[in-house]
């Protein structure tokens, strides 16, 4: 029997470690990012400061959700070059879209996450480093900083799998245990021959139809 071939790794994009300025948004989250999903400018925005022009990482306050259409959020958030985003929680909609998109959602303690912006607010400009692989943040002057994240949402984004990707990876097994399945009751997959044909329908004149 012709098996399904295993993936290794995905086709879409992938994030294992990722060195990049971090920028420091303010608690209203909505406006300071408005530009960058409508395309125009803000000159009072984080994002529009010369100096974060380039961020790649955003560090953000709770529940970052970017509105209320989370793809084009993502999507405009990657086009920008932004491949992380650290809050103390993320609305769900907008951390499965991420991981979708190869968008880094790191979760970490409001604590952590004002020690951090306080060193980045002294320090404009200064880069992070988010490691997947080790699950650390490094930023200099400070001690790195662990994070955890699902164990399958870490394989998905360090192997650049979407959901039919991770379907397949697991497809010799699925076959393996319906072979097993199959030689240990084979009654389950077998019922379909012992189902009688439906019944000829027969008109009063005798003839069938």
Same mark, same amino acid.
């Given at each position: ?12 994009? &992938? ?16 406006? #300071? ?45 990657? #086009? ?10 993320? !609305?769900?909609?907008?951390? *499965? ?16 996450? !004002? ?7 002294? *320090? ?29 949402? &870490? ?17 010799? *097994? ?7 399945? &199959? ?10 021959? !012992? ?11 005798? !003839?069938?139809?």
């Amino acid at each position: 029997m012709r098996r399904l071939p295993t993936v290794t790794r995905g086709s879409g994009p &992938r994030f294992v470690r990722h060195t990049g300025v971090v920028a420091p948004l303010p608690i209203d989250v909505d406006s #300071a990012i408005r530009h960058v999903l409508d395309g125009s400018e803000d000159p009072d925005s984080v994002l529009d400061q010369e100096i974060y022009r380039d961020a790649s990482i955003l560090l953000a306050g709770e529940d970052f959700d970017a509105g209320d259409t989370p793809v084009s959020a993502v999507t405009r958030l990657a #086009a920008r070059g932004i491949r992380s985003v650290i809050a103390p929680g993320f !609305e769900p909609a907008f951390y *499965n879209d991420s991981v979708a998109f190869g968008l880094l959602p790191v979760t970490l303690g409001e604590d952590e996450i !004002e020690k951090i912006a306080d060193r980045v607010v002294l *320090n404009p400009g200064v880069e992070m480093t988010v490691d997947l692989e080790r699950q650390v943040i490094e930023i200099s002057d400070m001690e790195p900083i662990s994070f955890s994240i699902d164990p399958r949402t &870490r394989t998905k984004l360090l192997q650049g799998l979407n959901d039919l990707d991770e379907m397949l990876q697991h497809s010799e *097994n699925v076959v393996a245990f319906r072979d097993h399945d &199959r030689n240990r009751r084979p009654w389950v997959y077998d019922w379909r021959d !012992e189902v009688p044909p439906p019944a000829t329908l027969t008109s009063r004149d005798g !003839e069938k139809q």
